[in-house]
């Protein structure tokens, strides 16, 4: 009887999935260029629907980029005319996607045969799509009272809740410093929430653990985006915006890391097309995702010591200033902290991160999260926290792999939990 019953789960959710964008015929190649103006041109294919997998940094730096099936033949051209050297990595992006989904809907349905509530906890054998992440949020809420509160920062712009999680174990009474933390504004970027999840896990569920992390308190937003993050399990892998409708185009969603006011629009970096994939919206503070952290950073601001922005991927802890190459004020600490939790995630698990300011290290990028943090709201630890990779293109994370990238930032939080707490 179980067996059958997990057949024909697997089957349901098989069906659903079959729904998914198809991404047969896209190939990725791995590129290097060894000049920066060609690394310019590079960059104009971008709005030509050439979809950049890495953060484009120096010249010389392998770039992976996934080539859409109408360009099969201009590009490769291009790279070709301009001595821009480049193998193919992946022949057919759809059988990358298509063994995910296979894992994805098996794992899930094994989940979906008890009741949620009593089989998440330690449960990171796949990827939980945005209702089993409210759920799980909620139960925290039910059974444990008097350490953790759920609220709603705000609303996406499909009118899904944006939660917000607050754990204390003295009731925020303001003599703690706070650290706030969000994750997944870009809805491709699997592993951020993830993580985000697993810390939450740690802090609340396996607090008699880690009583030393509850020298802080915690405002934690682990899913900013839940609009684009269910879009990419239901019908399109690779969306990275937020699914807003832009006037006049018929390309949706803006790239929330690009809409945050501190110098929006300032710069290289960014576009103005709405079909771009780092489309900065109409005006800053447009998109709802981005208003619901805002909100919740400027009632929270005179506390927080920490802001972290959980992103994938590359292994990158980068600071401010991101909208150009300028270094920021507190530099000098900014990079001690970096590096102090960096050598602590080496230690513990073998993953080398770098550290750095993140203009100067990948590209200029106005309007994103970490510069708004430090900039409007003072917090002088701020940083873009960027993911381990993993799989075919990055995002592809093994499901097995998500307990191994989870435990390592655990292990880098729990060092900057600890700086903070010792030098508030």
């Known amino acids: ?37 060609k690394l310019d041109a590079l960059v104009q294919w971008e709005e030509q629907g050439i979809d950049f997998w890495d953060n484009i ?12 099936p109408r360009l099969i033949d201009e590009f490769p051209a291009f790279l070709r005319d301009n001595e821009i050297s480049y193998e193919l990595t992946i022949p057919n992006v759809e059988t990358v996607f298509a063994y995910e989904r296979k894992v994805q809907n098996e794992r899930r349905a094994y989940a979906m045969m008890g ?21 799980y949020l909620n139960t925290l809420v039910s059974e444990y009272p008097d350490m953790v509160t759920l609220e709603e920062a705000g609303r996406s712009y499909e009118d899904r809740e944006i939660m917000v999680l607050r754990i204390s174990s003295t009731g925020f009474d303001g003599t703690k410093p706070i650290i706030f933390i969000d994750a997944g504004i870009h809805a491709r970027e699997w592993i951020a929430p993830m993580s985000a999840i697993y810390l939450i ?24 985006n839940p609009d684009g993050y269910q879009y990419t399990h239901d019908t399109e892998r690779l969306w990275r915006k937020t699914r807003s409708v832009n006037p006049g185009s018929s390309c949706r969603g803006v790239d929330a890391n690009r809409n945050y006011r501190y110098r929006w629009g300032w710069g290289t970096g960014i ?10 919206g109409q005006e800053p503070h447009q998109e709802k995702e981005v208003q619901a952290v805002a909100s919740e950073l400027a009632k929270n601001a005179d506390g927080v010591r920490l802001y972290l922005s959980f992103h994938s991927c590359g292994n990158w802890l980068l600071y401010p200033w991101g909208y ?4 920021h004020d507190n530099n000098d600490e900014l990079d001690l902290v970096g590096n102090l939790v960096a050598s602590d995630i080496f230690a513990g698990h073998g993953v080398q991160y770098t550290v750095g300011n993140s203009a ?24 873009t926290v960027e993911l381990t990779c993993g799989g075919a293109n990055g995002f592809d ?25 010792e030098n508030n």
């Not at 449960?123 to 209702?131: I, K, L, V």
């Not at 150009?324 to 270094?327: G, P, Q, S, T």
């Not at 093994?398 to 939990?417: E, H, M, N, R």
């Open 324 to 327: 150009d190459r300028i270094l």
């Open 1 to 37: 009887m179980m067996k059958c019953l997990l057949v024909i789960l697997v089957a349901l959710i098989g069906w659903i999935s079959a729904t998914q964008v198809s991404y047969d015929g896209y190939q990725v190649l791995t590129l290097k260029v060894d000049d920066p103006v």
């Open 397 to 421: 994370l093994p499901a097995d792999q998500i307990l191994s990238v989870a435990t390592g930032i655990f292990t880098g939080v729990k060092a900057y939990a600890r700086y903070v707490a």
């Open 115 to 135: 009741n949620f509530a009593s089989r998440v906890a330690g449960n990171f054998t796949y990827y939980w799509q945005t209702p089993e992440i409210s759920e």
């Open 57 to 68: 940094n120096s010249v010389g730096h392998p770039v992976r980029v996934m080539m859409p």
């Open 271 to 280: 576009s103005t097309n709405p079909c771009s994939n780092t489309f900065l």
């Open 201 to 224: 896990e740690q802090l609340v569920e396996n607090s008699a653990e880690n009583l030393d992390l509850l020298a802080c308190d915690w405002i934690i937003i682990p899913l900013v």
């Open 360 to 383: 100067i290290l990948l590209y200029p990028a106005a309007g994103a999260s970490d510069d708004y943090a430090a900039a409007e709201h003072n917090i002088n630890l701020s940083y």
